[in-house]
């Protein structure tokens, strides 16, 4: 299991983190998501095997949520 912060663009509406949370909490090998709205950050815990971390990326970037970093959680 690994676990990743993504630092997005800043959210504009609470009802993002709805729609962020319901879209990768339903992909295969994704755990678990907590999406910060104050801090406009995703921690994503996923299966490696399952998942990558660039195809998190590409699936937030799909939603129209722009990434500025991303880091390893310890």
Known sequence: MKTVKFQLE???CPSCINKIENV???KDGVKEVKVLFNSSKVKVS???ETITPAEIIGILHKL???LKSAETAA
């Open 46 to 48: 996923f299966n490696e």
């Open 24 to 26: 990768l909490s339903r």
């Open 64 to 66: 129209g949520y722009p």
């Open 10 to 12: 800043p959210l504009t």
